[in-house]
């Protein structure tokens, strides 16, 4: 699955490279790659010069388990010394995320066994443009999740890789 993203992500290049002024980004989670096998694809677009809004859906399997996931993040670019422009640069904003997993099984008194978790992170990071056209975005902060009416907090991090358009 990660191949067929990556050919979508080089097609693509090859039609927007001559864009300078970039608009959005389409990207993937690289950074949970050998952990478990989940499946993300984003699309942060540019609201204003430093604001962008990112959405990206989420998909995988994993011992019997189908997970979906759901998330929203804003983000503002701290841009206003360095003067580039959003994608590129710092940036700083909220996430929200919403996954739903279910169990493969299912029991005749009970049905397939489901969970829901929401999550609100606060993240910091740095998007590098290479070569005009590829994104980078390592990216880390601190998180707080309600999972089965248990909160849990904890460190968040993530990179990811994406074309620019």
């Not at 090859?14 to 478990?36: H, L, P, R, W």
């Not at 694809?41 to 019997?64: C, D, P, Q, T, W």
């Not at 189908?66 to 700083?92: D, M, T, W």
């Not at 707080?144 to 358009?165: C, K, M, R, S």
């Amino acid at each position: 699955m990660k191949n067929y993203l990556l050919i979508l992500i080089c097609m693509i290049s090859a039609f927007t490279m001559m864009s300078q002024e970039k608009k959005g980004v389409i990207k993937t989670d690289i950074s949970g790659i050998n952990d478990y096998n989940f499946y993300q694809l984003g699309y942060e677009f540019n609201i204003k010069e430093n604001n962008s809004f990112e959405v990206g859906i989420g998909f995988g399997s994993e011992r019997g388990i189908n997970i979906y996931g759901l998330s929203l993040q804003g983000r503002y670019y701290l841009n206003n010394i360095s003067k580039i422009i959003a994608p590129e640069g710092f940036h700083v904003g909220p996430r929200i995320l919403a996954i739903y997993a279910e169990s493969n099984e299912s029991s005749a008194f009970i049905g397939k066994e489901t969970a829901f978790s929401f999550e609100i992170d606060g993240l910091i990071g740095y998007q590098f443009l290479i070569s005009n056209i590829i994104t980078l975005d390592p990216y880390i902060g601190g998180g707080i999740a309600i999972v089965e009416n248990q909160t849990v907090t904890g460190l968040v991090w993530g990179v990811t890789l994406g074309v620019a358009f």
